[in-house]
C-alpha cells in the first residue's frame, strides 16, 4: 500500500516468516520518500498476534501528522483493528485502541487537516480526534441527531462531517416497522433520508440542508474528500437506483446537487467495470477509472485519471511508458505527482509543463 501526503509518500508490505499466512509470523514493513523516486527504509511493524490479514488500507494527514488505519476482513466486511501515528512518516507508533474506543469495533476511520472521525459498525457512536491518538467521543444524544444513524465521516480544513440519514416515519424495531402481523395495508419499513452534519471543533453540530434529497429505504451515506477544501457526499443505494446522489461541499454547512449524469465516482463498483475510485493527498485529488472493461477481463481497457478542477472532473492527457490497471497495483497521488506500486516495478506520473 502507498499513500501521499505533504511530504512526500510513504509505503507499507506485508510479509510472513512461513510458507503459509497466519497470525503472529507476519510483519509490515515500511518505507518513505519526499519525491517517489527514491525510497528508504522504515520501521518494521510487528503484526498483530490475533490476525492473519491486517493490513494498511488508509492513511491521512492530520493537524499531528499521519494517521494509518489497520483492517481486517475481505469482500466488503472489513473493520478497523489498529491505528498508527507518524509526525514524519519515517516512524510509527501504535495507538491503544481499547483506551481509545472500549469494546466498540470501528468501521471506518477517516480524516484531514482539521483532525480524524472514526464510526462504529452500527451507527450508534462516533469520535473525533484531532492527533489520532486521544479520541473524544461525539454525543449522538443531541436534539441535532434525532432519530439519525451515522454512515461515515471525515475532516478537513472546514472541520468534521458525519453523514448518515433521519428516520422519517415509523417506530424502529430491527429496522422494521412495529404493527400487528394481521394489520391492512401491511406494514412496510420506516422510510429514511439523507442527512449530514457539520461541526467546526468536533463537539457542538449543526444539521445541514440537503437540496434534493430523496427519502428511501435503505440508504447508505459515504464522505471523501476531493481535496482538503472540497468533500463530496454520495447515496450509495441512490446510484443503483438509477440516479447517481452526489453533493459537493466547500465548507461543510453548504451542498450542492451535482447535475445528471454524475461522472465523479469514488467507489469500487460491484463488478470493477467502468467504476473508478478517488484519490487525494489533501493537496491534489484524482479519479481512477476503467475503460472499456467487460465482466470477463474488467480491466482490458486500460485506465483513465482525471482530476477535480474548477467543480468538475477534467481528464488527464497521457503519455509514456504507463502502468497496468488491475487489482494487484497500488495507486498514491503526492506533491510530485502521481505514484503505482506492483509486484514488479514502480511509475511515477509526473505533471506536464502544459
Known sequence: MVAGWSRGFVGFALHTTSSTWSAGN????????????????GVVLQQHPSMSDLDIRGVFEGPAGLLAVEESGACGDTWVEGLLTS??????????MGKAFG???IWNVSGGSAGF????????????????????????????????????????SGGYVLVGSTELTGARSCGMTIADPS??????????????????????WVKAQLPEAKAAYP????????????LAAFDEYGSYAGGEAVWVSNDGRTWKPLAQPVTL???????????????????????????????GDPYAGGMSLSTWTNGGLVTLAQSGDQPPYDWQTDWAVGPTGVVVTDDGGLWIGLPSSD
Open 26 to 41: 507476519t510483519t509490515t514493513t515500511t518505507t518513505y520518500s519526499s519525491d517517489g523516486v527514491h525510497w528508504h527504509a
Open 87 to 96: 509526525r514524519d512518516g519515517v516512524t510509527w507508533q501504535a495507538v491503544d
Open 103 to 105: 469494546k466498540a469495533v
Open 117 to 156: 472521525v472514526a464510526v462504529d459498525t452500527v451507527g450508534q457512536a462516533v469520535w473525533t480526534s484531532r492527533d489520532g491518538r486521544n479520541w473524544q467521543p461525539v454525543k449522538l444524544d443531541a436534539p441535532a441527531f434525532a432519530r439519525s444513524r451515522i454512515d461515515d465521516g471525515t475532516a478537513f
Open 183 to 204: 394489520a391492512k395495508p401491511s406494514p412496510t419499513a420506516p422510510l429514511r433520508v439523507p442527512a449530514i452534519w457539520w461541526s467546526s471543533d468536533g463537539a457542538a
Open 219 to 230: 440508504i447508505q451515506m459515504w464522505v471523501w474528500r476531493l481535496d482538503d477544501h472540497t
Open 265 to 295: 465516482d469514488p467507489f469500487v463498483g460491484e463488478n470493477f467495470v467502468n467504476d473508478g475510485y478517488f484519490l487525494t493527498d489533501g493537496q491534489h485529488g484524482i479519479q481512477l477509472q476503467g475503460l472499456n472493461g467487460t465482466l
